[in-house]
């Protein structure tokens, strides 16, 4: 005994210490993607009402130009630089003692084949035409094509470390170089003139290259003698009074107010103090939400499964506003921040949905670059979606509280911006576009309801409808082999469906609870009095035998259950159904029939446990209420009140609704629909008090 309490004790720590390493790790998470620096909270936009007291200079700061501004200009001075070439004095002596050795070489052949030759008899002629030619196009400078745009009419050609802006069409292409040379020697009159020029052609490159680091070096420095400012505003000097327009003067007067003040005041040595300040305020959130499950979802609370689940929804949509508006020309509208709810509200209450979509919103406020108007519109349309999504079972349902929750943010934008300009025409329309994005993307809440289904092991309103369906197999078989017994569970979802729904529970859950709480029966159906058809089997066993066969159909629905992968929310009805109540039946009879014998009564009761939820209870009532209303011959109403009255006290008395979350006012308005629906199903007259013809 002592092992086992000492086994639950460390799982039960170590479930603890789970659930205080998440939570850490949410909190330290959120906290590190927040800004690390001071900066300023002002919250506007050009053409606004400046909606904060007098703002005035604390400091001397420069107005900086608009990025606007500033691009025109640089691109007006890079405009104006042109690339940089660098004229190679090496190329003109290489390719002069190159050519020299070459003509050497080919008066050598020459002489041995014809020693008569004008190239061998006059060959310093030669050498010199050549070089001649050679020196005249290098001297004016043979260009490289490479890194000049065809536009580019202008160059400038480094020489001797001096920079000259030249003409391009001053320098010569290869081709025109080739020209040059063929004309200047073609000029002397030379015999042997073609040769000696096609032998000078192929010692011809550029020598004039684009230097890309020289250039962009000139770039450089040219940009940072660019004034990134266009003015000045000194310390105490009006910036802009309290509910003034923002006209573009004042917007690029409190843009470098906030630069400075970011840049100069915000990093000085604050980054870890502003980080506790973040982990301060996530604590305060997180902490809030955490005592809210821990008092008013223990379920959510004490599994730390859930409870993952419930703040992966805080960690998720933090990370993801850190993403969108860390991109341009996106925005935090555009994120589905409504797919919360609805896929909270799918497996839990609609006050938790709501709550979880509030704990998110007031964070990710921190992290968004919107004003109040964002945290204002999120949290409107929070509400609508708790008050519109019904059933994300049914599509058309679905579509129309999408289309609810467009309207909320399309009307909430709207007259927040009337209120702001005071006028429609001004009205900026852009955010729209994000408000449809944001709607379309609140779709996805569909398809993952069953993918946290699997992930989380939850159970929906779209499982729980598939599993209610009658040609389900489990279903089918129980209608075959226990048809008296699926019909008891017809009734008792009917009952229970009912019951549940005027108390504000999970109608769908219970209904689908009930049509499978008896399949246990079907391992032995006859032993339950509404499948006999004849002789009863119960004849040939003993009182305690009896009651064992009539026990078992808990534990074998567990395993029928377990075995058809049944989800566990569902088993545990399975289980509860009859809490820990004696087969009083055969109990009574047994102590009968065996006077003075000790009799132990755990042999003749329901293993448990007791129900824990509504759900569990109602149908815990509802059962007993459908098989003891079986009895009942031509009822009244009267009858019908006492046997509702009399089944539910006796569970009361018993301890089984012990541990339930019913209160008293439930257990009221589930005895007058029990009462109303069990009326209808015997048609029972209704009674007046003075009804003449009762005498």
Known sequence: MDSDKGKMKYMNDNSNIIKYVLVLFVIAFIAWLFPKNVHTEYKYKLGDLWRYDNLEAPFDFSIKKSENEYEIEKREILEEIYPFFLFDEKVIVDQSKQLKERLDSEFGRIREQDPGNDMVRRSNKYVRAARQALEEVYEIGILGERGVEPETAFINVVRNEKPKLTRRSALLSLG??????????????????????????????????????????????????????????????????????????????????????????????????????????TSLIIGVFLLYLQFHATHVFEKYSSLAFMLMWPVLFSFLITVVEGVDNLSAYMIPFCVVPIVVKNFYSDRLALFTHIVIILIVSFLSREGYEFTFLQILAGIVTVLTVKETRFWNKFFASIFYIFLTYIFGYVGLELISNGNFLNINWQPIVYFIIAGVLTLLAYPMIPLIEGLFGFTSSIKLSELSDMNRPLLKELSVKAPGTFQHSLQVANLSEAATEAIGGNGLLVKTAALYHDIGKMAEPEFFIENQRGSNPHDKLNDLQSAEKIIAHVSEGEKMAKKAKLPAILIDFIKSHHGTTRTEYFYRNYVKEHPGELVNPGDFQYPGPLPKSKEEAVLMMADSLEAASKSLKSPTGKDIDDLVEGIIKGKIEQGQLSESTLTFKDLETCKDTFKSLLRNIYHVRIEYPDDPTSN
């Open 176 to 281: 025109d170089a080739q020209v040059a040379v063929a004309d200047t020697i073609r000029n002397l009159n030379l015999r042997e003139g073609g040769l000696l020029t096609a032998i000078t052609q192929s010692f011809l490159k550029p020598n004039v290259s684009f230097d890309a680091d020289l250039t962009e070096r000139y770039k450089s420095d040219a940009v940072s003698r660019l004034n990134e400012n266009k003015g000045a505003v000194l310390a105490g000097d009006l910036i802009v009074e309290r509910s003034a327009l923002i006209t573009k003067e004042v917007f690029e007067k409190i843009k470098s107010y906030e630069f400075h003040y970011n840049n100069q005041v915000g990093t000085t040595g604050r980054k870890w103090t502003v980080f506790a300040g973040y982990l301060i305020l």
